[in-house]
């Protein structure tokens, strides 16, 4: 009885050591439901041997009864105990093999990272220590390694290893791409600088186009532009103060602080070209639609034909007809706008260019019904 005892409090041992681990590292497979009525029984088992074997001087010894009761509840409970391993051996190994590794790996990346740390102090990098990823990537590598120094199981030290590690990586990268930093900023700052003047130029067509569309057209065609002029101007400004300020910082050695406001005065810049091209683009636009209104009506109305023969040929007239069919009324009142000495041309297009976008709509939607039948 006692050998059978030893023999079961050993595999319960293994066994619960292994649940310990998967619990730790492969919670989602959930083995300590599986395994607590099972040890519940290995306890009970171990509970009716000890009480056996422990048996006051003053009590009556046992039956052999008793003791062959106690032999086979330690032999059920051994056997399950075993069906249990059995069944889930290969994960169970597995997960003890990793947890071995942990400790190994904690301590590698440990090293690692101190190596990757101490390299700062070198002269040759020394003044990359204050670019702005050379100093995140040093405080978030510390931060980590401090993670891993209070992490508490298997699970949260692996996890931290695998943090210190891809610290440890990113540090190692922003250092070996900062000494290109440098002249990357200065070669940005040159090409914004080309750029900043090119939208210079182009906004300085933007009045002379905006008085040619209030000479030209209807001045409800250019309403909505009336301020574009001004708004152009104030980020060019903008754009021209922050390129300074990014020629300041690549000069004096703070590249990143450079790249991050030249893409600013990009930005700026790409807003004071949406501007201009409005402008521009409205004048190019009513001065086409002027000299040959019928063109954009006839764009149209190909596209309503186009439309109504995909309804026949679909066999969905019953349902889009009448749809398309009420575009013609839209479009005779967009032409029937176009009306004394300085007719609407900009109300002309929306209406003709709003017909043209229902109509892909309805085309659109006819397709899909006919592809899902």
Not at 211 to 237: G, K, Y
Not at 245 to 251: F, L, S, W
Not at 288 to 304: C, G, H, I, T, Y
Request: aromatic residues 4%; contains cysteine.
């Amino acid at each position: 009885m006692v050998a059978a005892f030893l023999d079961m409090d050993r595999r319960q041992s293994v066994a619960e050591a292994g649940v310990a681990e998967s619990h730790e590292l492969a919670p989602e497979r959930n083995l300590r439901r599986q395994w607590e009525p099972i040890r519940q029984s290995c306890y009970r088992a171990a509970e009716e041997y000890l009480q056996l074997a422990h048996t006051e001087p003053d009590q009556e010894l046992a039956s052999t009864a008793d003791y062959e009761h106690a032999i086979r509840r330690i032999g059920d409970a051994t056997r399950i105990l075993d069906e249990f391993y059995e069944n889930n051996r290969g994960h169970l190994e597995h997960v003890s093999a990793l947890a071995q590794t942990v400790p190994q790996l904690a301590h590698r990346v440990r090293a690692e990272a101190r190596v990757a740390l101490e390299s700062l102090q070198a002269p040759e990098r020394a003044a990359f220590a204050h670019y702005r990823s050379v100093a995140i990537a040093t405080e978030t590598l510390e931060n980590a390694l401090r993670s891993l120094d209070s992490a508490r199981g298997t699970s949260a030290l692996r996890a931290g290893a695998h943090a210190v590690e891809e610290a440890t990586n990113t540090l190692r990268q922003a250092l070996a791409d900062a000494p290109g930093r440098q002249n990357e900023a200065r070669n940005t700052v040159a090409s914004v600088t080309t750029r900043l003047n090119a939208v210079r130029t182009r906004a300085e067509g933007l009045p002379p186009a905006y008085s040619s569309l209030l000479r030209e057209f209807n001045s409800a065609s250019s309403a909505d532009l009336s301020d574009n002029a001004r708004q152009a101007e104030a980020l060019l400004e903008r754009a021209d103060a922050r390129l300074d300020e990014a020629r300041r910082a690549a000069d004096d050695a703070r590249p990143e602080l450079a790249l991050d406001l030249a893409t600013e005065v990009r930005v700026d810049l790409a807003a004071a070209e949406e501007l201009v091209d409005a402008v521009t683009g409205r004048l190019a636009t009513l001065r086409a639609v002027r000299k040959n209104p019928e063109a954009k009506v006839d764009e149209v109305r190909f596209r309503l034909r186009d439309a109504q023969l995909l309804a026949v040929q679909r066999d969905l007239t019953a349902e889009w007809g009448s749809v398309l069919d009420a575009q013609l009324d839209r479009i005779d009142r967009a032409v029937d706008s176009l009306t004394g000495v300085h007719p609407d041309y900009w109300a002309y297009v929306r209406d003709l260019d709003a017909v043209s976008d229902f109509i892909a709509t309805v085309v659109e939607r006819m397709r899909g019904r006919a592809n899902g039948r």
